[in-house]
């Protein structure tokens, strides 16, 4: 197989969703070779700036492709865009997503919206995206447009800029690290305890490549998120030695599985921790600890991009700037846990325990070496194929 | 439909015991037309993605059989899943069909006038959606659930020691399967032995044979077609399941069925998961050839 891998798989992701935003997914070989021949360069190198009419002018009906509770009130999550709601807009319409992947797959199918959310590891396929003409489909954000723009943390905005211009701006980010029911278990500060046999049958993994990366951390492998083929099979082979100590892959959430005692252990984001203790009340929640692993936790971090041919480009910026504001990163990093890329959030709004366990009074906290910022997987099917017989081996 | 119509007339009208070809086709057009749009077509589109004819990314290698060769010589993980699904499967038509034969059986020919009526309480628990009879399990079989709670205060295991095996494990897939299907498999069980001849009973009795032998020389073989349609009832439907190994199954739980609707989604490898999912095509198809023969020469015995 690893000939398979090495070969046909190797032209990667980044060809692919070029050719994807071409040809819309599913198409046959035969109509891509045509179409081959007529790419134009990625996106991002001197496309004419459009001139757009003023705010009065456009219609204001934005359509924003965005997580489900990040806006659309599912948990009283709209207030994140209260500054926009004030200011008398009109009421975006939220097309909720769940996934990464699926998400992106919609888009390079066709779908069309103004705003989307999408996150670090897939922003170049959403910059090199393009449609059917050649085109780009996203376009950078004028931050002069946004106010906020400059309060925001300018590392975080870097991983944003692409060639020079602001593609995504960057709104919030968070973790990944190993959780554990500290009544339970006392393991040292590391990503082993995901492997350990004395934890055998208390462990959950979550259903995701990045087990592939978490065991390159322990193992010592240089570049995770570019592993050779070698590499990435002694890592799958890791995992399949391991998978009998696991109880159970989550999707969604581990957190029932370890306030229910299922599990004692397992890879989590930082959400799934501040619900587990009940959100800062000892009594709604069982005893929990943030594992900072000596490998290094994973970072991540989402930001907003806007698409070419968006008819609300004011709008879209309006919005936007209302989920950079202060109020809304209060909001986020107390109800959600996450990070928020303002940088003038007075801390003492926000619960001490959050501060303390995400040091996000550390504006370095999301650099190397502090903790390992998610980057794009250029041979993403390759890990995914692997983790996949990863799961079909347990 | 309003253009069959004067063709079903013409048919009903044709006094011959002949059917007319046109009435015929005009009444097969319909569910032919939606086997063709909804079935045929789609397995041709899968068949593609599974040689490569098709693909997701225009990257990939074009037509080829590399997929299917490596799965059916046993190269992959894959094949090694689909035995132990059969295996699993297998075991849940067995329990199954042990469990519901007595069932049928009481409601047949022992309930009587009530036996309407305790048919409908056997359904009532499918008026609950399927997913919150499932995850109602995980309340049961939770490392701090009913049986573990009650062991724990019974002093019969240690609190922080649960029964391991009870939630997330092979064995909690096949237990939630069996309850799932139990009841619907009473159901061919119960109108086969519902339609048996009283007559051969009565018969039986009269030349001396006492109740148990009863049952086992002419209840039992009259069944058969019954059981056998039962077994396959669940067999075939249980051998692509993903849901409940999702939900209770933990990682020893997964399923053929699970693989197939992981390529799908989070792996983007079209390829195998059509070749995984047309492979569970093949060997539901020839199970039921298999099945279907087998029924009707026994209806032909019994018949």
């Known amino acids: 197989m690893n000939e398979r891998w090495g070969t046909s798989r190797q032209l990667g992701r980044r060809d692919f969703m070029r050719y994807a935003g071409v040809m819309g997914l599913g198409a046959s070989g035969l109509l891509a070779a045509c179409q081959q021949a007529e790419q134009t360069p990625p996106a991002g190198s001197g496309s004419a700036t459009p001139t757009h009419p003023p705010i009065e002018e ?27 709601k004030k200011a008398g807009y009109p009421k975006p319409k939220f097309i909720k997503t769940f996934e990464d992947d699926a998400g992106f797959t919609k888009v390079a199918a066709g779908e069309r919206y103004d705003i989307v959310h999408p996150c670090a590891y897939r922003f170049e396929d959403w910059v090199n995206l393009q449609d059917a003409g050649g085109s780009p489909v996203m376009q950078p954000w004028d931050t002069s447009l946004v106010s906020n723009f400059a309060r925001l943390n300018p590392a975080l905005q870097g991983f944003g800029n692409f060639d020079g211009e602001q593609y995504f701006l960057v709104a919030d980010w968070g973790f990944a690290a190993p959780m554990y029911r500290s009544d339970k278990i006392q393991p040292e500060d590391t990503w082993g305890v995901l492997f350990d046999e004395r934890y055998r049958g208390r462990i959950s993994w979550w259903d995701s490549l990045n087990m592939l990366i978490t065991a390159a951390y322990l193992n010592g492998v240089p570049d995770p998120w570019a592993m050779s083929d070698a590499e990435l099979e002694a890592q799958r082979d890791f995992l399949i030695s391991k998978v009998p100590l696991v109880k159970t892959f989550w999707v969604d959430d581990p957190t029932p599985d370890l306030v229910n005692g299922d599990v004692d252990v397992a890879y989590a984001w930082q959400n799934h921790w501040w619900a587990a203790v009940g959100y800062g009340v000892p009594a709604d929640g069982v005893p929990a600890v943030y594992m900072d692993p000596r490998e290094g936790r994973t970072s991540w971090y989402c930001g907003f991009a806007l698409f070419a041919d968006t008819e609300n480009y004011h ?9 950079l504001s202060v109020p809304s990163a209060e909001w986020l990093v107390n109800n959600y846990a996450y990070g928020h890329t303002n940088t003038e959030l007075d801390l003492s709004t926000v619960n001490q325990d959050l501060v303390q366990a995400f040091s996000l009074d550390d504006p370095s906290v999301l650099q190397e070496p502090k903790s390992h910022p998610e980057r794009a997987i250029e041979r993403r099917d390759v890990y995914n194929e692997l983790w996949l017989e990863v799961k079909a081996a347990a | 439909m309003a253009e069959t119509a004067p063709d079903v007339e013409g048919a009903t009208r ?23 749009v909804f079935f045929l077509i789609p397995l041709l589109v899968v068949a593609g993605y599974s040689v490569g004819i098709l693909s997701l990314f225009p990257t990939d290698a074009g037509a080829n059989l590399d997929d299917w060769s490596r799965f059916l010589r046993g190269d992959s993980v894959y094949m090694a899943l689909f035995w132990k699904s059969i295996r699993m499967s297998l075991t849940v038509s067995l329990i199954v069909v042990i469990l519901a034969y007595p069932l049928g059986y009481f409601l047949a020919l022992v309930a009587g006038k009530r036996k309407y009526v305790l048919l409908l309480l056997i359904i009532v628990p499918f008026l609950t959606s399927y997913l919150l009879r499932v995850l109602a399990w995980r309340v049961i079989l939770g490392s701090e659930g009913v049986i573990n709670s009650f062991l ?3 002093g019969l295991r240690e609190p922080g020691d649960p029964i391991a095996w009870l939630i997330y494990s092979q064995f909690t897939v096949i237990l939630v399967l069996v309850y799932v299907w139990v009841p619907f498999v009473a159901l061919p069980i119960f109108v086969t032995l519902e339609n048996l001849d009283s007559s051969m009973l009565e018969a039986g009795n009269d030349l001396g044979a006492n109740r148990w032998r009863v049952f086992w020389r002419v209840t039992f073989p009259l069944s058969l077609p019954g059981v056998a349609a039962a077994f396959v009832f669940v067999f075939i439907p249980t051998i692509g399941e993903f849901v409940t190994p999702s939900l209770v199954g933990g990682t020893k739980g997964t399923m053929f ?13 079209w390829q195998i998961g059509s070749v995984l999912a047309l492979f569970l095509v093949a060997v539901v198809g020839i199970l039921m050839l298999i099945s279907g023969r087998f029924l009707r020469l026994r209806n032909l015995e019994t018949g």
């Open chain 1, 58 to 84: 456009e219609a204001g009906d934005l359509r924003i492709y965005e997580w489900l509770g990040y806006g659309d009130g599912s948990y009283g999550d709209d207030v994140l865009w209260r500054e926009y």
């Open chain 1, 315 to 323: 709008h879209a910026h309006e919005y936007v700037d209302s989920w």
């Open chain 2, 14 to 36: 044709d006094s011959s015991p002949a059917r007319s070809w046109p009435g015929t086709l005009g009444l097969l057009a319909a569910p032919v037309l939606w086997l063709a």
């Open chain 2, 152 to 154: 724990y205060s019974a």
């Open chain 2, 257 to 269: 069925g699970n693989a197939i609707q992981s390529l799908f989604t989070a792996g983007l490898d």
